[in-house]
């Protein structure tokens, strides 16, 4: 059974800064596109930050470019989203996706067949 659970949000003064674990299992860690996108109240889902386990590229939205830095840990099956100089903004719900892909990745919710429960992230001003 393919299982991602999501990790690590929390409370955090903006400017702060906070890492998102997304840890998998119950498929092949490598060729698969992982995405993390959030989700605001009252607001769509957005992607924000997509990388391929077999080393293709990686891709930010244009809001958290130079902010967030998503990696992965192949041995561990874990992808981590680590955010920095956090802003209101970025209050939102995050989850994290896997599609299989052998190379690259999309910020396009719809194009991920597995998904994990959210993790709450919530900067205060």
């Known amino acids: 059974e393919v299982q991602l659970q999501a990790s690590g949000g929390g409370l955090v003064q903006a400017g702060g800064s906070l890492t998102l674990s997304c840890a998998a299992s119950?498929?092949?860690?490598?060729?698969?596109?992982i995405g993390w996108f959030r989700q605001a109240p009252g607001k769509e889902r957005e992607g924000v930050s997509c990388?391929?386990?077999?080393?293709?590229?990686?891709h930010y939205a244009d809001s958290v470019k130079g902010r967030f830095t998503i990696s992965y840990d192949r041995a561990e099956k874990m992808v981590y989203l680590q955010m920095a100089r956090l802003k209101p903004e970025d209050t939102a719900v995050y989850y994290c996706?896997?599609?299989?892909?052998?190379?690259?990745?999309?910020?396009?919710?719809?194009?991920?067949?597995?998904w994990g429960q959210g993790t709450q992230v919530t900067v205060s001003s």
């Open positions: 996706a896997a599609d299989p892909q052998s190379y690259g990745c999309y910020d396009v919710s719809g194009m991920y067949d597995y």
């Open positions: 119950g498929f092949t860690f490598d060729n698969h596109a």
């Open positions: 990388i391929n386990t077999s080393d293709g590229p990686t």
